[in-house]
Structures are given as structure tokens and as C-alpha cells.
RNA sequence: GUAGCUGUAGCUCAACUGGAUAGAGUACUUGGCUACGAACCAAGAGGUUGCAGGUUCAAGUCCUGUCAGCUACACCA
């Protein structure tokens, strides 16, 4: 279809002796599909040409050939409305879609070039609840779209395993460590040591004091201290990697904080160097041009903040992976300092690579005042429980409906954690969300469900007719006999799915191809209720069979990129 | 106080980046399982796009002002 549109566009630009690429920019899909497949507004022309926008449509109607691409052209109100050859267009789309399969969808516009992605990143010893579920999801959906569209993408959960706070929990389990069995429990346990531990340091200074000298210790590679932040961390981190088990998400690389702690002091040099830090009430920072407030590189204890690790992070994911793009995905709360961050980088990595960098912000899930969720107070559900919850439900549909007998806990969790998934991915990510179990588990209507429900039906239809794409050879079909309106409309919803991928990853926004997929498996539905797939003439039927193994198809590369994946039943 | 984001149907959200009659889901009302799975489909009702101006042939979309909510504003990360 794209090929098309350009086709219109040359057309008319030749015509007006125009730029291709700005007819192309003001070339629009009517709403009602009745209308056309495009249209050009004639408006802008009529005050250059002097002429009423009707004139002009129809002048450009009866003066150009369109060629046979198009059947029909309309001048409806200023509007040129193009109608596409249907039979010519859909076995083009058909064919291409059956002898590419897969790699359909694919595009190699990234080859050759790095990506990172920092995603998830929680901090260790705090508990993993629903607002590190956004970053995560968010995060590892662009990792696949960025790796559908050909890029090499590096996976990167940029742990909090590093700060004062450590202080603290070291000095509170020298003290009553004996009392917790870390192995059992590890985040509750270190949660509890932490919050102890700030109560006590509220009355008793010392306990500060002797936080801070951990703390200290811990920078400097002391043996006791290293070896207990090494167990906290290790603990915690294998409690995360069971929640990153049920999600089915994955990185490639567990560089935390603490990993930049010997690469920070080459950050501070090279900005010294540059004589880019200022004296500032004890603390180094860099003034930047247009912020009330510089960025602080070095507090006035001499140790160092965030924004130097991240600094860190920066220059050495220059160095490891040379990227082409560097993506935050974190909440917009974040938003000043990382883009404080990024004016300073462009001093440090070049501002050639510094332009690369880009904060992916998300809304932030609030509780039921619409305020912000704390993690003091064991009210607010973990996200393990929270997703134990949806499989549970899951669980029991399918014991009720008794469909899928085998290998049920896998399809439950599939199902389940696809519906929280679904719905963490369905709206832009910028709005913020209120905290609600039942809108997370609802499995009808536009949920993840819902789509995987689609797919289990293709899926069901190509078994009971015995098709197996891989035996049909694209000549013996005859795509000319898919004319049904539903079967058109499918159709050229599937031939859109590379625009829908390449915006999806140009803006950063999941939702996009979320939005996609229930429009596909709409149409499937509709047209499934509407139309018998397997009919009593064979060459119709291998012909609708095949629009059904490719909504199938879209279905489920368009799920694998939101990180959700398809039971074969449910 | 300054800056950023958000405000669209009862609720949750779309709207191809300025285009034609503002669309879905949900909830509500009604109809559909003896042909491929009802976690489904079809139909109905539901709107002064927070408010007021402005730009334009055309504004939910751009500009100005205003109201409401959220967030940030250096020694937490």
C-alpha cells in the first residue's frame, strides 16, 4: 500500500511541479474506509492556483493517469479520494505475506548499529512493586521492536545497588543480623534491617556515623563490608530474576551502580580538565546555560551523586557498545536530571553521541487518591503477588472452560501475566495510571486476552482443516477469490503492519502496536462470525485459510514485540 | 513561586501529527451458540473535547490567557 501512496504522490507532484515528499506529507487515510483507501486534501492549493479546491480535485481527476494501481478516483468537496485496484493490491499483499512469513515484518534499517536500553533498574533491597512493572515492560517491548527492525540491542538493567543507604543495612545486620533468615525471605528481611535501623539512627547519631563509614568502607573495596553487600545484593537479585522469570524478561547486562564506582573519577577529571566545575556551597557542579540549578557532579563531602554514575554509565557504553541510541526508560519525576545529564555528557562522550541519548518517560502509577504509591507499609501489594493473582484467575477460566488439560500452569501464567502486560502497554505511556486490580484482570474486551483468544482460533481453524502453510505453494492460491468486505479490510490492515512497527519505534510508544493488534484481531473477529472459513469449495477455502494463518501470524510477531506470547490454546 | 506533563462519552482510553459526520472498550438495553471455540459477534443509547479568546478555507490538535490534577526544582537515587 505505501508503494502506492508514493505513486499518488509523484503523480500529483509532477503535475503541480512540486516536492514528492510534500504531497506525500499531506496524503491522509479517510476515516470511513467508503470513501477511499487515500486522500489529498486540495485546500493549501487554492490560495497558490487562485482556484476553488473542487476545481482543482477535478482538475487533477480528469488531467492525470493515475495508472492501474488505482480504480476509482473521487473529488469529493475539495477532497481527490483514490480507490486501489482491490485484486491487483491484494494478491500483491497476500503473496508477500506468505512467502516472506516472519521476516514480513522484519526490517534491517538498524543493521550494524548498536542500541542500549536501560530498563527495570530496581534498587536491591527494596521490594520489586508495581511501579518498577512500567520500566520493565516498556523497556523490554523496545528492546524487541528495535530487534525486529534489525538493530543490535543491549539489554541493560542499571541495578540501584549502590549509595548510602547500604550503609545503613550493613550496620543494622551487623547488629541483629542473627535475628533474619536472610535466605528465606531476603528483600523483606533487608527491608525490615533498613527501616530498623533509620529509626534507631533518628535517635542515636553514632548509628549514622557508623552508617557512613560503611558506607565509606564499601567504596573502598573493604573485605567484611564488600562480602556483605555482595551477599545482599546476590539475594535480592535472585529474587528479581524469579519476577523477570514469570514476565519472560531478559537482559544482558546486570551493570549496576556499583560496577561505575572506580570509573567515576575519570568523569570528574576530564569535566576539571575542562574547567567545567564550579565551587558551589561546598559541592562541585557543573552550571549548565537555561537551568536554575546546576548539576551536581560531587557532594560537598567529596562523594559522588547519580548523575556522576550515570555520567560513568555513559562514557562506558560509548566505549563497550559505540551506541547509534542510548534509552532511559524511567518516569517522568526523572526528567530534570536526565536531561541535566545529557548536557553535561555532551562534554564528556561528544555531542555526537550525547544526541542519542533519549529519556523515554512514562506516567506513574498512583494509588486510589490519585497519589504517589510509597513503599513504607506492607498495604500495596507486590507485583509477584499481584501477578500470581492473574495467573491464579487465569488458572481457573481454564479449569472451568476445561479446554486445555495439559500444561496448564504454563498456559495460565501465559495468559495472566499476558493480560497485566497487555494492559501496562495498551495506553500512551506518558498518562499515568491508578493503581486498579480489576482493570489489571480483565480478560474481556480489549485485553491481552482477548487477542491471544483470536490467535488460539487461527490457530484451531488451520489444525481442524488440516493446513499446513508449509506444504501450499503461493501459485496454487487464488487470492482474487478473497473479495468479502471483512476479508479486504483484513487485509490491508496487515499490509500496514511495518508503518505501525517503524512509528512504534521512532516514538518510543509500544502502545502503538498494542493498538494495532486488537484492530487486527477485531477484524478477524468480525469476520470470523460473519463468514465460513472452511467452505465446501476447496480453492475458497485454501484461499481464506491462508488470510488466516496471516492474521495469525501478525498476531503473534506483534504479541512476541510486546513481550506477550501466544498459548496454542486456552 | 518556576518549569514540565495531563484534562475527550458514567468509567478507562483512541484520533494517522491541522482535515471530511470526534472513534473503541467497559458499564447499561436488546438480539445471536444444531456448521471453524460465546474469553466472541451484531445493534441501540451515551459528546459544548476543562473554560475563554485568537490564528486558519479547516482546531481535540497550533498560539495567548485561565482553572484543575500530577511531577520536578543540588548534598535520596
Known sequence: ??????????????????????????????????????????????????????????????????????????????????????????????????????KYLKSNEGKGKNICIDYSSPNIAKPFHI????????????????????????????????????GLVIEGYKRWGKEYNLEENPIKCLVDIYVRTSELAKEDESVKDKARENFKKLEEGEKEVITLWNK???????????????????????????????????????????????????????????????????????????????????????REYNFAKSIYVTSYEQSLHFSQMFEVAKNIIGEEYAENMVHVPFGMVLGKGGKKISTRGGANLTLEEILNEAIDKAKSILEEKGNAKDNIQELARQIGVGAIIFNDLKNNRIKDEIFNLDDMLKFDGETGPYVQYMYVRTNSILKKANFNIEEMKVEDIDFSLLKEKEEIDIIKAISRVKEVIKSAADQYEPSIITRYVIDIASLFSTYYNAHHIIAQDKKLMNARLSLVYSVGLIIKECLGMLGISCPDKM
Not at 136 to 163: P, R
Not at 249 to 264: C, H, L, P, T
Open 131 to 166: 511501579g518498577h512493572l512500567r520500566s520493565t515492560v516498556i523497556g523490554n517491548a523496545l528492546y524487541k521492536i528495535y530487534k525486529n527492525i534489525g538493530y543490535n540491542v543491549i539489554g541493560i538493567n542499571h541495578l540501584g545497588d549502590f549509595g548510602t543507604q547500604f
Open 1 to 102: 500500500m505505501q508503494h502506492i501512496k508514493k505513486e499518488i504522490a509523484s503523480k500529483i507532484a509532477e503535475k503541480l511541479n512540486k516536492n514528492v515528499n510534500e504531497i506525500l506529507d499531506n496524503i491522509e487515510v479517510p476515516k470511513d474506509s467508503s470513501m477511499g483507501d487515500f486522500a489529498y486534501p486540495c485546500f493549501k492549493l487554492s490560495k497558490e492556483l487562485r482556484m476553488a479546491p473542487i476545481k482543482i480535485a477535478e482538475d487533477m481527476k480528469s488531467e492525470i493517469d493515475f495508472g492501474d494501481n488505482i480504480s476509482k478516483v473521487d473529488v469529493v468537496s475539495g477532497y481527490l479520494n483514490f480507490f486501489v485496484n482491490n485484486e491487483k493490491v491484494i494478491n500483491n499483499i497476500m503473496t508477500d505475506v506468505i512467502l516472506n512469513k516472519e
Open 232 to 318: 545482599f545484593r546476590e539475594l535480592s537479585l535472585e529474587e528479581y530474576k524469579r519476577i523477570y522469570k514469570i514476565l519472560d524478561v531478559e537482559f544482558d547486562s546486570y551493570n549496576g551502580e556499583a560496577f561505575y564506582n572506580d570509573k567515576m573519577s575519570e568523569v570528574v577529571n576530564i569535566l576539571r580538565d575542562k574547567n567545567l566545575l564550579v565551587e558551589s556551597q561546598g559541592a562541585m557542579v557543573v552550571p549548565i546555560k537555561g537551568y536554575d540549578i546546576p548539576c551536581m557532579i560531587l557532594k560537598s563531602n567529596g562523594s559522588t551523586t547519580y548523575t556522576t554514575r550515570d555520567l560513568a554509565a555513559a562514557l562506558y557504553r560509548k
